[in-house]
C-alpha cells in the first residue's frame, strides 16, 4: 500500500495578517520502491508538504494516508503508520542533542524499543551509510564534527530507523561536490537494496534527473508537474519554465544539437548516451570506431 | 500548536491608532488603565467600554481577536474574582458550603475581575496596533529623561527589541526540532515520568544551542555594523508628535475627568 495524500492544503498562521497558503490541494500517491524527486523554487511549499507526507504536521485540509493510515490520528496505529515515514529535515545538524554519536543515531531505534544489539547493528549500519564508521565516530561528541558530518549523522540517525518511506529535504545543501557525489552512491545502493520509497527534495535539477525515475514540480504550493523526467522535458517545458525551474544542461545541449540538424534522440538525460547517439549518427565514426 | 499566542501580537494597518506617536500611546495607556483602577460604578464602566469599543473601531481591530487575548489569563481572573467574593465583609446574602457571600464581596469581585479584564484588554490595544520596533523606540525616548540617574535607557530598549524579535523564531524553532524529534521516534506527550524527562532533553539541548548561536551571529553581525551602544547614535526616524497626538491626548484626558467627575460626585 502507498502513501497517498488527497487533497491536502495548509496556511500558516491562520486568522492573522501573516496568513500564508503553504500547500494548496495537493493529491498524490507514491509507491514503495519510487524514488521521487521533489522539485520547486524557495517558498515553493516543498518542506511544509514533506512534513505532511511523515506525518508530521496535520493538515488543515484533506488527508494523509500511510499504507491505509491516517498518521495524524492518536493511537497505536497512527504511531505505527508514523514510523513508516521518516523525515530528515532541512539541516538536520541542528537537531542532534546526545552527548555521543552513537547515542544519537540510536536514539530513533531505542524509541522503537529495539533490543540493544538489534539498535547497535542498525546504528553501525546507518553510520556506514554516512561513510562515518563507527568505530571512528561512534564515541565522539556530535558537537566537535564538522558542518558536514553533524549533517551526515543526523541523516544517519533518521536512516537507522529503516523507513519505509524516506523523505529527505535538500540533504546535500552545503555538501562539497565530492561528498555529494558519495552521498548520492549510498543514497542509490540503500535504495536499491532496501526496497524503501525515496522522496528527495532538492534544488537541482541535474541532482534530480540523475536519482529519480519521478519529477513533482511544485510551485505556489501546488503540484504542477508529476512524472517521468523525459516526458516533463519533452511535453511541458513551458510549465516547467513557469515554475521558475529550469531543465537540466543536457537536455538544452540536446535541443540544440537538434536544431542544427542532428538527427538524435531527444530523450537523452545522461552523457555517455548523448555520446552514443553521437557517435551513432556522426559520418565515418560509428559507435564502434570511438576514441 | 505553539503558534496560537495572540496576547502583544501586532497587527498592522493604516489607521490613525497605528499612526499615533508610540509615546503617546504608552503614556495615554498608563493613564487609561489608572483611570479604570479607580472606576467602581456602572457609569464608569459603560464609559470605559464605549471609550474601548471607539478605539478598537478606530484602529480597525477583530473584537474576537481582543476577547481572545484575555483567554489565557482567565485563571487569575477566576482568583481574583473568588478571593474577594469570599472575603468580603458585611451583611450574608447566601452561603455557600462554609463560605458565606456577602453583597459587598460580590461586588467587588465583578470590580476586581472587570479591572483585570480591562487592564488587558487595552494593553492588547496598544500591542496590536504598535509595531515592537516602535513600542521599544518609544519606551527608549520616555526613560531617556532618567539616563542622568544611571538608567541605561538604550541597553534595555535594544535588549527587549532584541527579546521580542527572537520570541516566535525560538518557538517556531522550538516546534521545528520537536517534530524532528518525533520523526525519530520521541513521544512528547505519552509515557513515564523518566522517558518524558529524556524526550524534554532532546529538545532543550538543540534548542540551547541553536539559541547561542543565534545570539553569536546577532552579536558579531552588529559589531560588523559598527554598533556600540548608545553613545552618539542617531536615528533613522526621529519620533515627532502631531496634531494627532494632541487629540488623542484631550480626548484622554477628558475621559479621565468624566471617571473622576462620576467617581468624587455620583
Ligand atoms: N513556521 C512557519 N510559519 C509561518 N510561515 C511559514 C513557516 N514555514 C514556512 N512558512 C511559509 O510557507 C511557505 C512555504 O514554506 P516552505 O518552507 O514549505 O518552502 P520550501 O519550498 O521548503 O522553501 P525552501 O526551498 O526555501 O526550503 C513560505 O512562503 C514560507 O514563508
Ligand atoms: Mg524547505
Redesign the interface.
Known sequence: MPLSLENVSYV??KG??YERRAVDNVSLEIQKGEFVALIGHSGSGKSTLA?HM?G??PPLAGQVKIDGTDPCAKGKEA?TA??K???V?QY?E?????ETVFDDVA??PR??GLAEEEVRERAATALDFAQMPIEEFGARSP?QLSGGQMRKAAIA??IA?RPDYLILDEPTAGFDPLARGLFYEELKNLHKKSGMAVIMITHSMEEAIELARRLLVMSGGRIIIDGQPERIFREQRGELLAAGVTAPAIVSLTDRLRAHGFSINADCLDADDLVAELLAVLPGKGPGDAR | MLGNITFGQYFPGDTPVHKLDPRTKIILTIIVIAATFTAADFWAYSLLTAFFVFVTALGRLSFVRLLRSVKPLWPIILITFFVHVFSGQGETLFRLFIFKITGAGLTQGILMSLRLVFLILFSSLMTMTTSPLELTDGLERLLRPFRRIGLPAHELAMMMTIALRFIPTLLQETERIMMAQSARGADFKSGGLTRKARNILTLIVPLFLSAFRRADELATAMEARCYHGGEGRTRMHELALAKSDALAALIVVFLAAVLAFIKWCG
Open positions: 500558516y498562521m492573522t495578517p512534513q511523515a508530521l504536521l504511531l508514523r514510523r515515514a521518516g523525515l529535515f538536520p541542528h537537531q542532534l542533542f546526545a536514539f530513533g524509541n522503537l558537537f540517525g533518521v530507523m
